[in-house]
């Protein structure tokens, strides 16, 4: 039996239950979650907006190796505006900021609770759009924008929010990244540090002495540091 902390920080799948999307992919969400996001998803539908989930849970390990990967220089790491940077010629503070703006760090991500996804309007990637996740795409003009003000209309009235809906001094700015509240609110009280220090001391991050050192520096700036309005 998978222990709660191993659920929170993304070592247990557990909690989790599969769902279809519009689309028919099938992902893994929070076994509390599934009905709310079915319900959600129909409204949606029967309103003629059709909603792809472009990623919801991920583990810690894979969560580990966007990390490491962007860390080394690996993986692309952009700007708040979208501008690519260029990580090797960063300090550990410069680069460790860069990647916290897009990407958490492994064991204090929403999308190892299942209560938190990243959603797309379905009719544009079929029409060949391909997926960026940025905020442009859900301006008026973009191809989110109706997605967007049918977010903006009903997101609340199935518990759903967005925590990262304006740009906080933390996490970037992310229309597409929707949040069950009732479960998220439960997981988030019920995370401890000292767990995640503990699961990091034992794994292989990159820069690990820098990293365990900044997990303060995390949970205030980036992971507690929410938008907590109902829209
Ligand atoms: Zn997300």
């Known amino acids: 039996m998978a222990h709660i902390w191993q659920e929170i920080l993304g070592t247990a799948e557990t909690h989790l239950t599969s769902i279809e999307d519009s689309c028919q992919k099938t992902f893994l969400v929070h076994k509390q979650v599934a009905s709310p996001l079915k319900a959600l998803l129909n409204q949606a539908e029967s309103d003629g907006i059709s909603i792809a989930i472009v990623s919801c849970f991920r583990s810690f390990d894979q969560q580990l190796n966007i990390w490491n990967q962007k860390w080394l220089g690996h993986r692309p790491v952009f700007s708040r505006h979208g501008r690519p940077l260029n990580v090797n010629a960063m300090s550990d503070v410069e680069k460790y900021k860069a990647i916290c703006l897009w990407s958490a760090l492994p064991s204090m991500s929403r999308h190892h609770w299942g209560t938190d996804l990243d959603i797309f309007d379905a009719r544009a990637i079929e029409n060949g759009h391909q997926v960026e996740l940025t905020p442009q795409e859900f301006s008026g003009s973009g191809p989110c924008g109706e997605l967007e003000e049918w977010l903006q209309l009903n997101l609340a009235k199935f518990k759903f929010f967005r925590p990262y809906s304006e740009f906080r001094g933390g996490v970037s700015c992310e229309p597409w990244h929707i949040s069950y509240r009732p ?3 439960q997981i988030l009280q019920d995370f401890q540090l000292s767990d995640s220090h503990q699961l990091l001391e034992k794994s292989d991050i990159q820069a690990k002495h820098f990293i365990l050192n ?7 700036t ?10």
């Open 183 to 185: 479960a998220a609110a």
């Open 214 to 220: 900044q997990l303060s520096h995390y949970y205030d």
């Open 222 to 231: 980036y992971f507690s540091n929410i938008c907590e309005e109902v829209e």
